[in-house]
């Protein structure tokens, strides 16, 4: 493997290094980090000649990253810059993705809107919730009993046989005969 390395020219070993640039910032938008996406996006792309197709793919993805860290004018920036780049796949991509940027923003009508209530606000005391590192909240609440529902008046459970049981029962007998007999 030394050896492998030894071998590589300088700009076969930037290439690699702007590869492994843009799969670790592929693994950090997937994952949230949206600044550390666009840093090591912009590194790779520091790292390619331009004009190439490693350098359109790297100049695409940084559009997502932008994008998804919130800096949209940054994106078309580049969208704008790569439809004039050589390679035609590039280029209809930045224009697709362009046209999708400068989209005008739909407004949604609030019955299309899920309002989640404060459940502390329902129980009349709002306690203010301390966390510790790990996550978990440092003041420990009662847990509630259990809600166990009474049972029914046995006097006003009806008793009485339906007659939809029987139809029921019948369709079903007939059913299976008429699958018996076809079988």
């Not at 843009?22 to 693994?27: E, N, T, Y």
Request: proline share 9%; aromatic share 6%.
């Amino acid at each position: 493997m030394a050896e492998e390395d030894a071998e590589l020219s300088p700009a076969q070993e930037d290439r690699a290094e702007a590869q492994e640039l843009l799969a670790r910032s592929k693994v950090a938008l997937e994952n949230g980090a949206y600044r550390a996406s666009v840093e090591l996006a912009d590194k790779a792309v520091a790292l390619v000649k331009p004009l190439t197709a490693l350098h359109g793919d790297i100049q695409l993805w940084r559009v997502t990253a932008y994008q998804a860290f919130g800096d949209g004018g940054k994106a078309i920036q580049i969208c704008t810059d790569l439809r004039r780049h050589p390679d035609p796949g590039i280029r209809k991509q930045a224009e697709q993705l362009q046209y999708i940027l400068e989209a005008p923003r739909l407004d949604t009508p609030e019955e299309w809107k899920v309002k989640i209530p404060d459940l502390a606000e329902l129980e009349g005391e709002a306690k203010p919730q301390q966390w510790s590192r790990g996550g978990r909240s440092q003041t420990k609440e009662p847990e509630p009993e259990p809600w166990i529902p009474e049972p029914p008046d046995p006097e006003k459970v009806n008793l009485q046989d339906e007659p939809f049981v029987w139809v029921a029962i019948g369709v079903a007998v007939v059913v299976f005969v008429g699958l018996v007999w076809l079988a």
